[in-house]
Each structure stands twice: as structure tokens, then as C-alpha cells.
């Protein structure tokens, strides 16, 4: 007979085993996972970056951001012991940074399209005075503040190191993808093409973008009050639950920790942001 005490010993063997085994499978997963996260976090973080001409240090941004995505969730864990809310701060640390990004992109552009009827003045007055084209924008670079001098600035470097002028405009249409950008480009490659008063055509993009943007201004006041309207009927449910919850805490701790208190936040959650959306949409007019 074998002792009972060996029957022990094996199962207890094949168990470690079987958790080392597996401890070794979840690892190399957890590694490849995680180099793969980084090598798609830093591409897109030093593309992105350099879109918008802001030079750092993609690595030490990666570890900033996973420290982020580990730490502040477990410390939330542990300080409030919800599950739930740990959870949630973690899928919003996910989805900051793009949607930060997307801000900053937006903004910069913007600022771009502002600047560009001024520069194309610039433009037209130095090729009025007998400058080439490539002078006109050099004084451009010299004279009008970032982001329009930094995008010209690199169109030129391009220009310096032999790239053809019809694809360093190419490059720059593709960084300022905006209506208003794409009109200078065409009408700068026709001038080179067919000729023609160049500097008469960018005085007059200048005056219609101009007028444009004066349009969307009188929009974006006329409209302003809808846009509050939406942060203010998004907002006020969830300051009321905040509220609710200091002056009726049994009551309200139904809805943080009950299934189907949950299924009502997320319904909240849901049918509010639909309403965010649809209001924006109606007051966003695009000239």
C-alpha cells in the first residue's frame, strides 16, 4: 500500500507545477501585452508630438501615463474599497490622453486658421514689392508667431534638404487638414502651373477667408447660449445625485451599490450624453 502522505505529496507537486506553469503563461502575457502597449504608445505619442512641434520625451511620457493607470486606481481601491470606482478612474485614464490630444490638435489648428489670412496679406505684399515666393514666406516665418511660422518654417527645410516644392505642400496640406489650407495650396500649385497674379489671388483667399472667419464668429455668439445649455443639462443631474448624497446618504447608497442602481447610472449616463450630443450637434454650424 502506498502511504496516503505520497498521494499528498504528488498533488501538492502537480499543483505547484500546474501554478508555475500558468504564473509563466500569464507572465510572458502580461509582457508582450505590455511591449506592445508601449511600442503603440510611444509611435503614436512621437507622432502626435511632433505634429505639433512639441518635442519630449516619449519614454518618460509612457511611464508617467502607466504609472498613472496603475497607481491612482489602486490607491482609490484601497482609500474608498469600491470596486466600481476604481474601475471607472482606470477607463478614464485610458481615455484622456487621445482626447486631450485631439483638444491640443484642434486648438492648434484653429489658432493656424486665424493666422492665415494675415500671413497670406504677408505673403502678398512681399510678392507685390518684387520678392520671389520663397522670400515672401521666409519673411512670413521671420514675422507671424507660432503655429503658421513653425508649419512654413519646416515647408522650407524641406525645400533646403531637395524636396520638390509640389510635395513639401503636399507634406503641409497633410499636417493643417483645413478647407481653408487646402484653398492657398491650390492656388499656389495653379500659379506655378499656369502662372497668373499670385499675389493678387492670395490678397483676395485672404479677404474671403477673412470674412469667414468674422461669419463663424457671429455664429459661435449667436449659438453660445445653446452650448451652455448643453454643459448645463449634462452637468445638473450629477450635481444633483452629488448633492442627494450628502443630505440623504442611505437613501442614495441604493444607487452605488445595488445591481439595479448601477443599471440606472449607467441609463443616466447614457441618455444624458445622447442629449450632450444632440444639442451640440444642432448648434454646431459649420460655415
Excluded: C
Excluded at 511620457?61 to 478612474?89: Q, R
Excluded at 490630444?101 to 504677408?122: F, H, S
Excluded at 511660422?149 to 499636417?175: C, K, N, V, Y
Amino acid at each position: 500500500m502506498i502511504p496516503s502522505s505520497v498521494y499528498y505529496l504528488a498533488a501538492v507537486g502537480m499543483v505547484f507545477i500546474a501554478a508555475t506553469i500558468l504564473g509563466w503563461v500569464a507572465f510572458n502575457f502580461f509582457r508582450q501585452s505590455m511591449d506592445r502597449y508601449r511600442a503603440t504608445f510611444t509611435e503614436t505619442a512621437r507622432a502626435n508630438m511632433a505634429d505639433m512641434f512639441l518635442f519630449v520625451d516619449v519614454g518618460q511620457l509612457f511611464y508617467i501615463n502607466l504609472g498613472a493607470l496603475i497607481v491612482l486606481p489602486s490607491f482609490t481601491w484601497l482609500l474608498t474599497g469600491d470596486l466600481l470606482t476604481a474601475v471607472g478612474l482606470f477607463v478614464t485614464l485610458l481615455v484622456i490622453p487621445p482626447y486631450v490630444y485631439r483638444r491640443m490638435r484642434k486648438a492648434r489648428l484653429k489658432r493656424i486658421e486665424n493666422q492665415l489670412p494675415d500671413g497670406l496679406t504677408m505673403i502678398a505684399a512681399g510678392l507685390r514689392a518684387g520678392a520671389s515666393t520663397q522670400i515672401a514666406i521666409q519673411a512670413l516665418v521671420k514675422e507671424q508667431p507660432p503655429p503658421l511660422s513653425q508649419e512654413f518654417e519646416l515647408f522650407m527645410r524641406e525645400q533646403r534638404i531637395g524636396t520638390d516644392f509640389d510635395t513639401a505642400l503636399d507634406h503641409m496640406e497633410q499636417r493643417l487638414p483645413i478647407p481653408d489650407f487646402h484653398m492657398v495650396a491650390s492656388a499656389m500649385r495653379i500659379s506655378r502651373e499656369v502662372g497668373g497674379n499670385l499675389a493678387e489671388t492670395l490678397e483676395t483667399l485672404a479677404d474671403t477667408l477673412r470674412r469667414k472667419s468674422m461669419m463663424e464668429g457671429k455664429i459661435d455668439s449667436l449659438t453660445a447660449q445653446g452650448r451652455m445649455q448643453a454643459i448645463v443639462m449634462a452637468a445638473l443631474p450629477f450635481f444633483l445625485m452629488f448633492v442627494l448624497s450628502f443630505m440623504e446618504p442611505e437613501a442614495m447608497s441604493k444607487l452605488y451599490t445595488t445591481p439595479i442602481g448601477w443599471s440606472v447610472l449607467g441609463f443616466i449616463v447614457v441618455w444624458v450624453g445622447l442629449g450632450f450630443m444632440f444639442i451640440r450637434k444642432i448648434v454646431s454650424i459649420d460655415v
